[in-house]
């Protein structure tokens, strides 16, 4: 009888646990070699699907998800892996955003799990254990094939070019605006950044591009010509106009503006059947009209009879946690895990645009993140302001972020205990009747989910 060793998701969860995790700051050497060999000893289960490949700095997750719910719309049954998770691990390998049942993930984690288990350093690649991220990334192509399904949306976890998930050989790959993030993995600057992302780039394979950085652009440019890779851009192929944003949701007409001048615009004209298209979805925010309009880029690509109504389907079918997810609406209670400054502009454009005044906010980090941009962004617009840890997960110093926003605000509070401080915002937001915005780190808005969960 073969030996069962996961009864539990939690089980699974504390097993990839245990090995090294970038993700809580721990370092490693970022390499393909080892995630090659485990793969192909488990008789390479990243292969054998439809496949589209996300990478970027702000915007993949959702971008990665509307395509998944709309090519799981056509009836195509889709694997959709994402990062970070909020509430459980298993968040990060779904069925194109619902849950794969639990026998599926505990039944690939025992493939995975057999493949590491009594091994030392030395019987791997590069004498270094596996990684938390590279496990995770192995049990969820295992899952995918275990679940049968015929296509795969994969978010890229850090950078690109060297990251776990590049050994897919995919169909299709988007990229997501690039901003300064993980500078000591990425390098320093915009167009170091951009060629790590482009890094998913492969040759003759189609890669859609929402780049309103020049510099990013022509890397990424540079990279699809060297590759003969057919490159789509949200501004030169679809433009984007009448934007509408409320409570609501988010909807957008997209025009193809482009397609007299190339000769691969079939799978546009057929997708526009003619040269607009309207889409809307539930997410909330005016970033989401340019996601939208990528991910109808990249749908346009997909070797699969991906149709409009399949797009307008799925894009209005998706549901992401913490990307300006509206909890509570009386007063307004906001999450989103908006982490750099580019993506905070974006958040409270909207935030502003949409939440009465009082304004009351509530701010965590990790250490590693640009908190002074952040603060000055953020504090002339809330009356008070909580700022604490991201919860445990993370490596954070609250202190230097504290100052980062006493210096602009005097109506700012330092406490560090994560649980606490959301009791107070909370309690703050609740007397006064203020609007509500949690933001600074996905870990932090976890934590408010766990709190508010357990105090209904």
Known sequence: MKQVHFTSIDEVYAFVMGFVNVEKGQATEFKLDRMRWMAERLDNP?????TVHVAGSKGKGSVATLIARAIQASGTRTGLYTSPHILSWKERMTEAGDEIPDEIILSAAEEVFALTAGKRPDDFPG?????YFELTTLIAFCAFRR???RAQVIEVGLGGRLDSTNIVASDVAAITPIELEHTQFLGSTIPLIAGEKAGIIKPRVPVCALQPKIEALEVIQARATALHAPLYVVGKDVSLRDILVNLEGTAVTLQAT???SRGDSAALQRLFGGTTLKVSTDLVGSVYAGNMALATLALAQVPLNIRAEHILRGFRSTRIPARFEIIARSPLLVLDGAHTPES????LTTFLELAPGPRHLLFACAHDKRHEEMARLLAPHFEEITVTRPGSFKQSDPIAVFQSFSTLKAECALVENTKMAIERAARIAREERASLLVTGS???CA??????????
């Not at 905070?344 to 958040?347: A, H, K, L, Q």
């Not at 934590?447 to 209904?456: C, L, R, V």
Request: no cysteine; hydrophobic share 35%.
């Open 442 to 444: 996905f870990y932090l």
């Open 447 to 456: 934590e408010f989910k766990k709190w508010k969960s357990g105090s209904e």
């Open 258 to 260: 482009n397609l007299s």
């Open 344 to 347: 905070i502009r974006g958040v």
């Open 46 to 50: 990243h292969l054998g699907r439809v």
């Open 147 to 149: 679940a049968d399904f």
């Open 127 to 131: 004498s270094e254990l596996p990684t």
